[in-house]
């Protein structure tokens, strides 16, 4: 889906928790996320702490959004 | 009798599902599950000394120390020979068996073999280093592959030369092998073309690479004007899953108005996916679709809007063909309706 967003012309980030299956399915702006069944979240965090989190991966998938590349680009910290 | 250590997840080791998915890497002696069959697949010539069994989220999750813990459980029992799955269309453990085995022979130097389903993720990742052998997409398909990696395993355990993947079965790993044919190109090729012009089938001796990969689109240049549009492959649906998305191999997408939600609650958004467990996406379902946090971010101006719809599918052991039928017709409505830009999650 990633891949067919992008060709449509539509700038797409992933935000997954397994990278290198997005690789493979040829996602460009790739975002690592915290646990498969809870990407975006942390269980274990309090329920403020994780909103926190949250915000922070959005935000960086944000800045992947508006970042140039020319390949492939995992944003880490 | 050669010696053969197997790598299954908690689930053909018949510890659990996905509530057991989390466990670390453990040892046991002998074969477990599907081993059994493996074993008797042997006829006496190898045997299962151990099997190591891991966990699927643990894997994907702490893949360098799982793979650490793993390769020297593996190396205790100095084995001829080591096999991982068969892994079907389940990605995660794909992924996983892929990833063990060529570790195991790169760095510990014995050979390996693994199966799979020619869809799973791990397939596209290390086809060109392993032998994979092709199976069903579910464990329907084990009574074809055991007897296949049996063969395969052996022949490589003697040292035997491996014949091509029609012959031995596994997926085609780009490697080019001259021989003796027994007549020259130049017929071949006539023979060939005659074939394709009486529109009957013909095998290429030259098969060219497939590779579709897209470029990436310019970034935005004001994401406080851009509309945002949230994707995702994580099943999230509104409570009771109204569509009736398949918890796997999906055949469809929904599409679900969030005009006036600014959180997404146990009474009223759920994951329709199954292969994950499901309870902290139930439990809140913003840890997989976060609407709350792009709500915020919408009244602060950080970002133009959000899209009053999202679009959802299960990425489930999803046929590759129907991702991208729904990508192309989620993304002609997005661009119809003025989307700019997408962030797609995945679980």
Do not use: W
Request: charged share 25%.
């Amino acid at each position: 889906m990633v891949k067919e967003i992008e060709r449509a012309g539509l700038p797409v980030v992933h935000m997954c928790t397994i990278v290198p299956i997005s690789k493979t399915v040829g996602a460009n702006r790739i975002v690592p996320t915290v646990a498969i069944p809870h990407p975006l979240g942390n269980p274990s965090l309090s329920h403020e702490e994780e909103k926190a989190l949250r915000r922070k991966l959005v935000e960086k998938a944000l800045k992947a959004l508006q970042t140039e590349i020319h390949e492939q680009t995992v944003f880490e910290d | 009798m050669f010696k053969v250590v197997h790598y299954l997840n908690q689930f053909f080791a018949n510890i659990g599902g996905e509530e057991k998915a989390h466990i670390a890497p453990e040892v046991r002696e002998g074969f477990v599950g599907p081993g059994m069959a493996l074993n008797n697949a042997f006829k006496g010539e190898a045997q299962i000394v151990a099997t190591v069994i891991c966990g699927d989220s643990y894997f994907a999750e702490n893949t360098d120390t799982a793979l650490k813990q793993i390769l020297e459980m593996v190396k205790k029992y100095n084995p001829d020979i080591f096999i991982a799955g068969p892994a079907f269309n389940a990605g995660r453990y794909g992924t996983a068996c892929a990833t063990i085995a060529k570790a195991v022979k790169e760095e510990l130097g014995i050979p390996v073999v693994t199966g799979m389903y020619i869809e799973n993720p791990g397939v596209d990742l290390y086809k060109k280093d392993l032998y994979i052998i092709s199976t069903k997409d579910s464990a329907v398909g084990m009574r074809d592959a055991v007897p296949k990696m049996a063969a395969l395993a052996l022949k490589l355990a003697k040292g035997e030369e491996i014949g091509t993947p029609a012959q031995e079965g596994y997926i085609e790993r780009g490697i080019r092998k001259n021989y003796f044919a027994e007549e020259r190109g130049s017929k071949r090729a006539v023979d060939m073309l005659i074939k394709k012009i009486k529109g009957e089938p013909f095998e290429t001796e030259f098969k060219m690479p497939v590779f579709d990969r897209v470029a990436p689109n310019p970034p935005i240049a004001d994401i406080t004007k851009a509309k945002i549009a949230l994707v995702t492959s994580g099943g999230i649906v509104p409570k009771g899953n109204p569509d009736r998305i398949e918890s796997s191999s999906a055949s469809k997408f929904g599409k679900y108005d969030i005009e006036g939600v600014f959180d997404l609650t146990p009474e009223t958004y759920e994951t329709a996916h199954g292969g994950y467990d499901p309870v902290y996406a139930n439990q809140d379902a913003d840890r997989v679709l976060p609407v709350d946090v792009l709500r915020d971010l919408e009244k602060e101006g950080k970002i133009g809007s959000l899209h009053r719809y999202y679009y959802s599918t299960v990425g489930n052991g999803t046929a590759v063909k129907n991702a991208a039928k729904f990508g192309q017709e989620i993304a002609r409505q997005l661009i119809a309706d003025g989307v700019q830009a997408v962030i797609l999650t995945s679980t």
